[in-house]
């Protein structure tokens, strides 16, 4: 037999080694291993636990009722009932300072297992019966000949609990890891010289990872997360960073000036003076336009803070400079609206500026698109037409993304022409915590606008239990009879769920025919037609339709001055970055907009957790609270927007931390690009193994 067949005789190990070359495993347990995306040794040792269980020892004579504890002792006698429920069988466990009683119901093999004299330690919840103390249906663990007697001042054993699946169960996994930890360990590189640690207060990463799977205590266990997260975010971080670099190498695009001549200009076509927060957005783009590489900017505040007026003067710098400007929505409906706003605020300028759509006509799509490409168009404003086949603008200095909840860099690398790169603006109105743009968005630099425009009316929200709804129902009809317009917002988990789509329905037949009898009523829903959608949508912008239920997330950036009142229906659905997102499509035409948030029956904490959108209309507080209490994913509301996993590290609690790495990975890439250095070796291999697939960036330079 060959060495590859007969891995486990003592020849040498590497972390890179399948996980088939461990005793206990073979190729069966290989597979399931490989299903939960356990392949190398080294992928073994990183699989960490999700949590511990604490397993606190009790002497049998301080075992209290109600308690979960663990007991250690041997079987003094064993007992099957039979009745007509099955059979019970119960044990009887003796230690030194006494005897209690272990019952399983309906367990007949449970017999079988336990004999008299044998060591175990259980654990379960305590009871009494007669008079015993009893445990029920207790976890049972078999131990030695020669267990000892239990030392309650001993330190609690900590039972990892792994992300398992049904044919490979945690205990299964902890065993696996557990037998094999003490072979592997010695394997564990560290990547940082020991001074690096210090100063950082890290432990080492052998001793971190041993933690991880067996701590000794809380403290334990809370250094070795630590070091371990660090590690985690540093070569994110890192990977982020080399990312940008070669993003941004070599890569021209033109310099558009701008002077104080073309700022009077510009601002003389806004009806209003800038807010601070403007002005310093505007500031950075600005400096960024007059550099010969990309501006790669995102441009992020709560909606209605004056984006748009914002990108509009950026836009309007480069056509000062004779060039041409891309403005891409993500729908129909707002490039339209976009379309509309800025033409407004150009009329009588000689800037020309055209929509183009999917939806136009191919004679009129081909005028257009001969226009761009002669440069006799200076703002394109349009959805994702306008990166398709055959738009080719003749000088582009300028891309304005307004991408929503859509991140990523591929749809900016597509509009991406011949010759200079375009400068690119993305705005987005989620607001995002800092420590998560720094992820996100680390391939671009941040402008935060944090102020509203003044003399905005702050939203008024309620939390509506279901006795109050009456008269939240009372106020809105009311809102409509002064010829206001409203909102209902019915959630659809899953639109295509039937028993949903009924209530649904159900309910705006009620809404139609009792609560809002005297007002046009109209639907949306995911799963109407595009045409469908926008001739709603079209009758409720016209006030030809007073109110408006959706099934779906209104889109974001939807302005209807009109709209004052949104109903939110099982707001405890949402999470409340979302919410707030919804309830700023009301009130932006200037009188007071108001939000009533429907519960249904939530529990306690949905209505504590609901009560931050009442107390405040901060954006980033809420960002922050939802991030703290749904995590990273569930805010950004997919896992596809190319964040690298993270298994330790948590956004939300890990800020710090964050920042620190951040700090050190910025300046590894400043001072040894490569990471060719020796002491950078373990480094590069790890980043090589874990990003290079997605971002080839060491090989070169
Ligand atoms: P956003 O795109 O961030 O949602 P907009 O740029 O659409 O916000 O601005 C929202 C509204 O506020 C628009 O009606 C706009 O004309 C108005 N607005 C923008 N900036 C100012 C300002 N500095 N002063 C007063 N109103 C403003
Ligand atoms: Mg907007």
Not at 78 to 83: A, E, G, I, Y
Not at 176 to 190: A, K
Not at 421 to 444: E, Q
Not at 561 to 587: D, K, N
Request: with cysteine.
């Amino acid at each position: 037999m060959t060495d590859r067949a007969r891995p486990n005789t003592g020849a040498k190990l590497s972390l890179s080694d399948s996980v088939q070359f461990l005793p206990g495993v073979g190729p069966r347990r290989a597979e399931l291993l490989a299903g939960v995306g356990i392949r190398t040794v080294a992928d073994l040792i990183e699989y960490f636990p999700l949590r511990h269980e604490k397993q606190e020892s009790r002497q049998i004579e301080n075992l209290e009722e109600g308690m979960v504890a663990t007991v250690v002792g041997r079987i003094a006698a064993v007992h099957t009932r039979f009745s007509r429920r099955g059979p019970t069988v119960s044990a009887t466990l003796q230690d030194n300072t006494g005897r209690c009683m272990l019952s399983w119901f309906n367990a007949g093999w449970m017999a079988e297992r336990l004999c008299k004299g044998m060591a175990v330690r259980a654990t379960g919840r305590v009871g009494v019966y007669r008079e015993l103390a009893q445990l029920t249906n207790p976890k049972l663990e078999e131990l030695g000949a020669d267990a000892g007697p239990v030392d309650e001042s001993a330190p609690a054993r900590f039972v990892a609990v792994y992300p398992a699946t049904a044919e490979l169960p945690s205990r299964a996994l902890a065993r696996l890891i557990g037998d094999n930890l003490p072979r592997l360990l010695p394997l564990v590189r560290e990547w940082h010289a020991p001074d690096y640690l210090r100063e950082r207060k890290l432990v080492g990463r052998r001793q971190a990872i041993a933690a991880m799977h067996r701590p000794t205590c809380d403290a334990d266990l809370e250094q070795a997360r630590r070091r371990i997260a660090y590690d985690e975010l540093l070569l994110m971080q890192i990977a982020v960073m080399l990312a940008r670099r070669n993003l941004r190498r070599g890569v021209e695009s033109h310099v558009l000036t701008c002077t104080e001549e073309i700022d009077r200009r510009i601002r003389r076509r806004f009806p209003f003076a800038l807010t601070a927060a403007q002005d310093r957005a505007i500031r950075s783009i600005v400096t960024d336009l007059a550099r010969p590489r990309p501006m790669n900017r995102l441009l992020q505040g709560d909606v209605g803070c004056g984006k748009t007026v914002v990108a509009l003067y950026a836009a309007l710098v480069a056509v000062a400079n004779q060039r041409q400007v891309a403005i891409m929505a993500p729908t129909e409906l707002l490039a339209h609206q976009h379309f509309r706003s800025i033409s407004a605020h150009l009329t009588g300028s000689r800037v020309r500026i055209a929509l183009l759509t999917g939806r136009q006509k191919a004679g009129e799509r081909r005028r257009m698109l001969e226009m761009i490409e002669a440069g006799e168009l200076d703002i394109v404003v349009g959805t994702h037409a306008l990166i398709q086949e055959g738009v080719r603008f003749a000088k582009l200095g300028l891309v304005v993304i307004d991408e929503q909840h859509r991140f990523g860099v591929r749809q900016r690398a597509m509009i991406r022409g011949k010759g200079p790169s375009p400068h690119y603006l993305v705005m987005t109105a989620t607001p995002i915590p800092r420590t998560l743009a720094m992820t996100v968005f680390g391939d671009l630099d941040v402008t935060t606008i944090d102020a509203l425009p003044p003399g905005r009316a702050p939203i008024v929200t309620r939390l509506v239990r279901p006795a109050e709804q009456g008269s939240a129902w009372d106020f809105v009809r009311a809102r409509l009879a002064l010829g206001e317009q409203a909102y209902v917002v019915y959630p659809l988990v899953d639109e295509s769920d039937k028993l949903e789509l009924r209530a649904a329905t159900t309910e705006l037949a009620r809404l139609r025919e009792q609560v809002l009898s005297r007002w046009e009523v109209g639907l949306l829903h995911g799963r109407m037609e595009s045409t469908e959608r926008e001739q709603v949508m079209g009758d409720f912008v016209a006030g030809r339709v007073q109110v408006l239920v959706a099934t779906t997330v209104i889109e974001v950036g939807i302005d209807v001055p009109r709209a004052t009142c949104m109903v939110i229906e099982h707001a405890e659905r949402y999470g409340l970055s979302q919410l707030h997102q919804l309830r700023g499509r009301v009130g932006r035409g200037g009188s007071r907009g108001y939000c009533f948030l429907m519960t249904g029956f939530a529990a306690a904490e949905d209505n504590e957790r609901l009560s931050v959108l009442v107390g405040t209309t901060d954006g980033f507080r809420i960002a922050e609270e939802d991030l703290r209490l749904r995590g990273p994913g569930e805010m950004l509301g997919t896992r596809q927007h190319g964040l690298p996993e993270l298994r330790v590290a948590d956004l939300a609690r890990d800020g710090e931390l964050l920042r620190m790495a951040q700090r050190d990975a910025e300046k590894l890439v400043r001072e040894d690009a490569t990471l060719r250095r020796p002491e950078h070796a373990p480094l590069r291999e790890v980043l090589a193994a874990r990003y290079e697939s997605t971002i080839g960036f060491l090989g070169a330079g």
